[in-house]
């Protein structure tokens, strides 16, 4: 199976999937810390796939969503983007809306919190 074959396994397999760089419990860089700690603290339920322990992943990644940064959200097997995007969104309320959309559970009280602390 080829790294594509895998990701898009990953990606249309689990409602909401971050690739990036650690684990959701032990991120490895700031981007991918701040993105996992957004989803971490609204409870939403995640599949993390740390691209550290995959030089074909890491690589791979990229080139599936022509994206040329880590980490990249998917929701639903759509990519929604990398951490300033999703920080964007997270600030907007467009997150909310888009996990409403999908129908993705999540704490609306600690997103109203994250915009309530960067306001």
Same mark, same amino acid.
């Given at each position: ?5 895998? @990701?898009?396994?990953? /990606? ?7 690739? #990036?760089?650690?684990?959701?419990? #032990? ?10 700690? /957004?989803?971490?603290?609204?409870? %939403?339920?995640?599949?993390? %796939? ?29 990519? /929604?983007?990398?951490?300033? @995007?999703?920080?964007? #969104? ?30």
């Amino acid at each position: 199976m080829t790294a594509h074959d895998r @990701i898009r396994e990953t /990606v249309t397999g689990n409602d909401v999937v971050l690739y #990036m760089k650690g684990t959701k419990a #032990m991120p490895q860089c700031g981007f991918s810390s701040r993105v996992a700690g /957004v989803l971490n603290y609204m409870g %939403v339920d995640y599949q993390d %796939v740390n691209v550290l322990a995959d030089e074909e992943i890491r690589q791979g990644i990229k080139d599936y969503a022509d994206w040329p940064t880590i980490p990249q959200l998917y929701v639903k097997g759509e990519f /929604v983007g990398g951490c300033d @995007i999703v920080t964007e #969104m997270t600030l907007s309320g467009e997150l909310d809306q888009l996990f409403d959309a999908k129908g993705i559970a999540y704490d609306r009280e600690a997103a109203n919190k994250i915009r309530e602390a960067n306001a």
